[in-house]
């Protein structure tokens, strides 16, 4: 299958930073490796422009990126230093999720290797987040013509707040998070169903709340145009910052568990990354990997085109 990904472009980070750079370059490698991919399959996105996303994005906090303006309070609140480099990069992974939710129209299912950029808003940018490509994605999917009605499917730990001020009040979009109660951001803005779960939720009661959450979703929305799943690996037990204890079976029953109740439907869907802090990064990976391996299963193969 075709997939996007932008691992080539790095940006400096101090030593010891809890970004997980390290996990695009070698979950590329993972899925060339398990064929899940062939050759000239993985494709890296041109930078989004600048108009795309002045769609979403208030135009002073985007030239304040651009020019390297972001205030020392915003600089925090990113919690990355600003460069040249990682703005090339944001539109960059931006830019992927654009390309996977098109091609997702056409087969029924992609994947961006990146993006999930939910806690960046239409004001703010925080979080690691810079811009929101879902939000993106979003507009450009309707400036395009090709799909109007879209619905979020946020499995990502922590709470998607940019996406749902940027789509909470769009008639034509439905936010779902589901996420730890306790885990950032602590100042929530509301998605159209939110879904705090408690500390320590494991695999059993995370499953049974997302398959009631879906289907709340679907009776309250009908059937969008396309979906995007958000398929954090930060629920994991291990992880740093999620408190879910999710298993890694478990989470691959959570892949198979949306992305079925969506094919079923005939909805597409379009699946990024979003967050991931294993000590280990590699236990990251594993997670992206096998929901990789999930969207190839499904991967609608089309010699015409
Ligand atoms: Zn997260």
């Given at each position: 299958?075709?997939?996007?990904?932008?691992?080539?472009?790095?940006?400096?980070?101090?030593a010891?930073?809890?970004?997980?750079?390290?996990?695009?370059?070698?979950?590329?490698?993972?899925?060339?490796?398990?064929?899940?991919?062939?050759?000239?399959?993985?494709?890296?996105?041109?930078?989004?422009?600048?108009a795309a996303?002045?769609?979403?994005?208030?135009?002073?906090l985007?030239?304040?990126?651009?020019?390297?303006?972001?205030?020392?309070?915003?600089?925090?609140?990113?919690?990355?230093?600003?460069?040249?480099q990682?703005?090339?990069?944001?539109?960059?992974?931006?830019?992927?999720?654009?390309?996977?939710?098109?091609?997702?129209?056409?087969?029924?299912?992609?994947?961006?290797?990146?993006?999930?950029?939910?806690h960046?808003?239409?004001?703010?940018?925080?979080?690691?987040?810079?811009?929101?490509?879902?939000?993106?994605?979003?507009?450009?999917?309707?400036?395009?013509q090709?799909?109007?009605?879209?619905l979020?499917?946020?499995?990502?730990?922590?709470?998607?707040?940019?996406?749902?001020?940027?789509?909470?009040?769009?008639?034509?979009?439905?936010?779902?998070?589901?996420h730890?109660?306790?885990?950032?951001?602590?100042k929530?803005?509301?998605?159209?169903?939110?879904?705090?779960?408690?500390?320590?939720?494991?695999?059993?009661?995370?499953?049974?709340?997302?398959?009631?959450?879906?289907?709340?979703?679907?009776?309250?929305?009908?059937?969008?145009?396309?979906?995007?799943?958000?398929?954090?690996?930060?629920?994991?037990?291990?992880?740093?910052?999620?408190?879910?204890?999710?298993?890694?079976?478990?989470?691959?029953?959570?892949?198979?568990?949306?992305?079925?109740?969506?094919?079923?439907?005939?909805?597409p869907?379009?699946?990024?990354?979003?967050?991931g802090?294993?000590?280990?990064?590699?236990?990251?990976?594993?997670?992206?990997?096998?929901?990789?391996?999930?969207?190839?299963?499904?991967?609608?193969?089309?010699?015409?085109?």
């Open positions: 299958m075709r997939v996007w990904s932008h691992d080539h472009l790095s940006f400096p980070l101090p010891g930073h809890r970004f997980p750079a390290g996990k695009y370059g070698l979950l590329r490698e993972r899925v060339e490796q398990a064929g899940l991919v062939g050759p000239g399959e993985v494709l890296r996105p041109e930078p989004v422009a600048w996303l002045h769609a979403v994005h208030d135009d002073a985007l030239e304040r990126i651009r020019s390297g303006g972001l205030a020392i309070r915003e600089e925090r609140a990113l919690g990355l230093p600003w460069s040249e990682l703005v090339l990069r944001a539109r960059s992974a931006v830019a992927g999720t654009v390309a996977a939710a098109r091609h997702a129209l056409d087969r029924g299912i992609a994947m961006n290797l990146g993006g999930g950029t939910h960046a808003g239409r004001d703010f940018a925080r979080g690691y987040c810079l811009f929101n490509d879902v939000a993106v994605a979003t507009r450009a999917l309707r400036a395009a090709v799909a109007e009605r879209v979020v499917v946020d499995c990502d730990v922590h709470q998607g707040d940019g996406t749902a001020q940027v789509l909470g009040p769009d008639a034509g979009a439905f936010t779902l998070s589901l730890g109660a306790r885990n950032y951001p602590f929530r803005i509301p998605s159209d169903l939110d879904l705090d779960l408690e500390t320590g939720t494991g695999d059993e009661a995370y499953l049974a709340a997302l398959d009631a959450a879906l289907d709340r979703a679907l009776a309250a929305f009908g059937i969008p145009d396309v979906a995007f799943y958000l398929a954090g690996a930060d629920p994991w037990e291990g992880d740093r910052l999620g408190r879910l204890a999710l298993t890694k079976p478990g989470l691959r029953m959570r892949d198979d568990l949306v992305l079925d109740r969506l094919g079923e439907l005939g909805v869907v379009a699946v990024v990354l979003a967050g802090y294993a000590p280990d990064v590699r236990d990251t990976v594993d997670i992206n990997a096998a929901t990789a391996a999930a969207v190839a299963a499904r991967y609608r193969w089309n010699d015409t085109s």
